[in-house]
């Protein structure tokens, strides 16, 4: 079964509203999640690395107040795309350190 | 000049064929993953490689890491291989360096 899973698979939304991604880890206790996106025919962009207990850290160029992560707990960690846009429409996925299990990913289009 | 460079970008091939995927890296490394993503976007972990050789039913997987190079080989290929393969780097603590991919198309 799936290690890390990972949900919405696909979300439509409107503008402006917001949208919240969530990754479990199902059998272990993940310290550390990455968060990534995915532009199509392009290769996996790191957003934000999400540690239990403490704040994210995000890439450069990635607006942290748009991009909010919350991991509360060693099984959840979330990712909430704060007043999309439709240039926020991107394939979103996250992994689990330091084996590189991947959650399924979640299509975000935005209209 | 990119940290992980993947060679060919794209690839056809006929059922049947032996397939080799090329992948070179310019930083020091603690490890090398060759990952697999579906057309829905799911990926799959294949390997996790620091040395030699890794072997998984028809997928072979080598890395030198003194030329700072790995391959990932699909012997007897099939249709259902087609997919994206990424080749990922950990530099820093967990940190994943990825590949731009190989699209392989395996025809019938």
């Known amino acids: 079964g799936a290690v890390v899973s990972q949900h919405p698979s696909w979300v439509i939304c409107k503008s402006g509203t917001s949208v919240k991604i969530e990754c479990r880890s199902l059998d272990f206790q993940a310290t550390t999640m990455f968060w990534y996106r995915q532009f199509p025919k392009q290769s996996l962009m790191l957003m934000a690395t999400?540690?239990?207990?403490?704040?994210?850290?995000?890439e450069q160029g990635v607006e942290k107040d748009k991009f909010l992560i919350n991991h509360a707990s060693l099984t959840l960690s979330t990712l909430t795309v704060t007043s999309a846009h439709p240039e926020d429409s991107s394939f979103y996925i996250c992994?689990?350190?330091?084996?590189?299990?991947f959650g399924q990913g979640t299509r975000l289009t935005v209209v | 000049k990119n940290e992980v460079e993947q060679s060919p970008q794209n690839l056809t091939a006929q059922e049947g064929e032996f397939i080799t995927i090329n992948c070179s890296y310019s930083v020091g490394i603690s490890a090398l993953h060759w990952l697999q993503q579906h057309p829905g976007g799911g990926i799959v972990s294949l390997f996790m490689?620091?040395?030699g050789k890794k072997k998984h039913g028809r997928l072979i997987a080598t890395i030198n890491i003194q030329e700072k190079h790995s391959s990932l080989h699909i012997t007897a290929s099939h249709p259902r291989d087609s997919a994206v393969y990424i080749c990922?780097?950990?530099?820093?603590?967990?940190?994943?360096?990825f590949g731009e991919g190989t699209q392989l198309t395996v025809n019938p």
């Open positions: 999400s540690n239990e207990g403490s704040k994210a850290t995000y």
């Open positions: 490689l620091s040395s």
């Open positions: 990922a780097v950990k530099t820093s603590g967990s940190r994943l360096t």
């Open positions: 992994s689990m350190a330091p084996e590189a299990f």
